[in-house]
Structures are given as structure tokens and as C-alpha cells.
């Protein structure tokens, strides 16, 4: 009998090839998220223990001084670390915002209705709701910090269910994450720029834009992108805009296709894709935790813990990611979907997109970064430091709860419709 050969599924091998550099980068973003949860844990045993505290306080207000000509740079290492090695998480940031809006869920105004409005309400309610507890009040400038969501966190927690979450709702959390981020680079941008030197501010758009040139040009060279790259982020720093800002727009100067030997644009393989690809461990199990270690340790000292929660500055954080950002991204997405704007995506429920709002209120990362911009006093820098802890705890756990309870019921739907299938009539 001669043997069938099957021909092969293209349409399978194209799924896997568009599916692969996701699910590699979400295994990436959730392992990080692991090693972040360590950094900060040992942040905040090290900042308070009698043993360790001061040690802790020096060490990462520890000075540093680079000195070239009559150019000289005078920071602490914490400062050097939210100013620098963060300029290199926004550049991937930057990178993964562009690569997704030219070939990801953000290329179709369809694909991207649903997370943009729901990410829209995850950064309005919080702000609004950390307001109502502080208006008027010197800790109002904070009402940015709890419009942020930690990404490898959200993902991290995501992932436990394993194969069991619908890779429509790891994507919607992804492209949520994303467009969440673009938010608050929006406003670190526009609001937390105290004051501007106009002159370094116009030298680093220019040789940003001697950079846009030389890209287009097709002179590209990795020694002078770094070279380059430098001088942008040293302008952007005295310029008084904050230096993560020109990590941002360096990605979106970098040019997004590669070019083969005959000069034709290679469009089977993107620049980004190997940037992303090359920097995202770097930045998840190296950049990311070294933040965490230097922005998560909050010293109490004679402070009352219970008076610290019920500070205004807490509990406007706390409300703020554990109420205002699950139900703006509910609200929301069920608005958006009603109007006829947006599509809930297959095999997605409505709890799950609830339990996700609630994974997005893992503020932590971003919203550190906003509270070390938002803030000079070192009391109510701890008082948010406290709130964004306890909340991104809490709303880990919700999100968590509610999605064991959705999946399960999911899956026990599932095969309830196999066996109804399969018995016999």
C-alpha cells in the first residue's frame, strides 16, 4: 500500500513564525519578573535592618563625578541609575512601542481600539482617584504614580496559569502594558520637566537629527550609534527634560528594516526585532532588578507603619491601582465594545479582561520611577513607596483569584462541550 504523505501546513508554519518572537518575549518579561521580585526584597530587608541601613543609605547615595573639559557630571549612583541604565529600559521600551505599531496590535486602528481605551481608563481613574485624596495638598504631584503597570510583573503572574490563558489576552495585557507605558513617558515628558535649557535641549534633537539622516542614508554603524546615542542622552540630562526621554526618541530614530547586500530593504527580518531581541534580557534580568534594588528600599525609621498607610499619599496610591485601575480598564474596554469601537477578542471573557485590570494595578517599576520624579521629600516618597508595595501585592493576588476562578470555569465548559461531542446520541 503506498504511504500518504500529507503536505505540510503552511498556514501553521506562518503562526508559529509570527507567534514565536512573542511568546519568547513574554517568557522573558515573566522570568524577569522573578529576579525583580528578589531585587526588591532585598531592597527592603537591607533598608531595614539596624545592621544594614546606613550601609544600604550610603551606598546608594553614593557620589560620582565625570569630568571632561569644563562638561562635568556630578550624580549620586541612585541618580545614576534612574537616569542612565533607565534611559536603556525606555530605549527598549521605545522599541517595542514602534515595532508594535508597524507590525504588531497596534499597526490597525481595529487591532488597537481595545487596549488603547482600555489603557485610557487604567491611567484617568487612578489619577483621579489619587487626586481626590490629595488635591491642594504639596503630595498632589504624585497623581501620575499610579497610572503605571509593571509589565514583567503582570506577565509574571499571568504566565503561572501557563497554557491554560488564551494567547488573546496575554497580547491584550501586552499591548495594554505598552500603550500604559507610552502614557506615562507622555507624562514624565510634559509634567515632571521642572526646568529646560533650551540650548542643550535644541543640540540633542539635532544630533538626533544627524542620526535620523545618517539611518536614512544608509550609513549605519554600531560604534557611532553608541557614540551618538551618548550625546543625545548627555544633552537631554543638562537640558533639564528628563535623560529617559531621549532613550524613547533614540527608538524611534532607529531605523526599522535592515538592508541585504544588494541594497534592497529586508523586510523578512526587522533592526527592532534584533535590538529588542538582543537588549530585553539585559534589561530584564540586569537593568530592571539594579533599579529595584536601589529605588524599593523604604526606610521607616520611627515612623508608625499604620499612620504611613493612612497617609493621604498611600492610600491615593493604593486606591488608585487597586480600585481605579481595574475598573477604568473594565469600564473602559465594556464602553468602547458597546459603542461599536472596539471587539472583545475570541475565547476571551469579560472576567479574564477583568483579572487582567486587576494584574495591571502591579504598579511597581514605573511607577518607582515616577514617585523618584513626583516627590523631594523623603517622607512621602516612602508614604508612595508603601502605597505602590502594598497595592501591587494586593492586586497581584485579586488578579490572580479571578483568573483561577474564570480559567477554570472555562476549561470545565470546554470539556463539558468534548464529552457532549463524543457520547453517544
Known sequence: MKETIRPQNNTRKKFDRLTSPLQEFLKV????????????????????????????????????????????????????????????????????????????????????????????????????????????????????????????????????????????????????????DLGAIL?????????????????????????????????????????????????????????????VLLAFATPAFGYTREGLIDRSKTLINDLIHSLHPWVSFLIMPIFAFFNAGIFMGETDLGTALLSATSMGVIMGLLIGKPLGILGFSLLATKLGWADLPKGVSWTQIAGVGFLAGIGFTMALFINSLAFDSAELMNYSKLGIMVASLISGLGGTALLAISLSSSQKEKMGAVQGLTEPS
Open 187 to 247: 507624562v514624565i515628558a510634559l509634567f515632571y520637566t521642572k526646568s529646560i535649557s533650551m540650548g542643550f535641549l535644541a543640540l540633542g534633537f539635532a544630533i538626533l537629527g544627524l542620526l535620523v539622516l545618517l539611518n536614512h542614508l544608509g550609513f549605519r554603524n554600531k560604534g557611532f550609534g553608541i557614540l551618538f546615542g551618548t550625546l543625545v542622552w548627555f544633552s537631554f540630562l543638562k537640558s533639564g527634560v528628563h535623560a529617559t526621554i531621549a532613550g
Open 29 to 180: 518579561e515573566a522570568s524577569g519578573g522573578i529576579v525583580l521580585f528578589f531585587a526588591a526584597l532585598a531592597a527592603l530587608v537591607l533598608a531595614n535592618l539596624a545592621a544594614t541601613s546606613s550601609w544600604y543609605t550610603q551606598f546608594i547615595n553614593t557620589s560620582f563625578t565625570l569630568q571632561i573639559g569644563d562638561f562635568n557630571l556630578h550624580k549620586s549612583l541612585l541618580l545614576l541609575v534612574n537616569d542612565g541604565l533607565m534611559a536603556i529600559f525606555f530605549f527598549v521600551i521605545g522599541l517595542e512601542i514602534k515595532q508594535e505599531i508597524l507590525k504588531g496590535e497596534l499597526s490597525s486602528l481595529k487591532k488597537a481600539a481595545l487596549p488603547i481605551f482600555a489603557a485610557l481608563g487604567g491611567m484617568i481613574l487612578p489619577a483621579l482617584i489619587y487626586l481626590s485624596f490629595n488635591f491642594g495638598a504639596p503630595s498632589s504631584s504624585g497623581w501620575g504614580i499610579p497610572m503605571a503597570t509593571d509589565i514583567a510583573f503582570a506577565l509574571g503572574v499571568l504566565s503561572l496559569f501557563g497554557k491554560r490563558v488564551p494567547l488573546a489576552l496575554k497580547v491584550f495585557l501586552l499591548a495594554l502594558a505598552i500603550i500604559d
